[in-house]
């Protein structure tokens, strides 16, 4: 069993940067790929970013692509999303998850734990 907890979101203005962070208790984290996932108000969730376990390769929804990074550090079980360069359409609660398979868009299946999300507000 593993337990997800996000950290680092809250109040931002638009063209500044938060970073992310999953950290992970319970067991590693080390099996699963991660994603992040966001969801605003009155609209779906949908994946931001996902990064394999085994090579480290990262993907991205292309509404992202040169703003956000995904990183993890096995050391401390934590999976971070560096985001830059924000906007108001950035604002949502946004998830990380353990789960299967990353696809190139940035998306995760086959989620086996999520965390309970850290709402970010990019607002001036």
């Known amino acids: 069993q593993v337990q997800l907890v996000e950290s680092g979101g809250g109040l931002v203005q638009p063209g500044g940067s938060l970073r992310l962070s999953c950290a992970a208790s319970?067991?590693?984290?080390?099996?699963?790929?991660i994603g992040w996932f966001r969801q605003a108000p009155g609209k779906e969730r949908e994946g931001v970013s996902c990064?394999?376990?085994?090579?480290?390769?990262?993907y991205y929804v292309d509404s992202v692509k040169g703003r956000f990074t995904i990183s993890r550090d096995n050391a401390k079980n934590t999976v971070y999303l560096q985001m830059n360069n924000l906007n108001a359409e950035d604002t949502a609660v946004y998830y990380c998850?353990?789960?299967?398979?990353?696809?190139?868009?940035?998306?995760?299946?086959?989620?086996?734990?999520w965390g309970k999300g850290t709402l970010v507000t990019v607002s001036s």
């Open positions: 998850a353990a789960g299967e398979l990353c696809d190139g868009s940035g998306d995760l299946y086959g989620m086996a734990y």
């Open positions: 319970g067991d590693t984290l080390d099996y699963y790929n």
């Open positions: 990064i394999v376990n085994s090579d480290g390769s990262t």
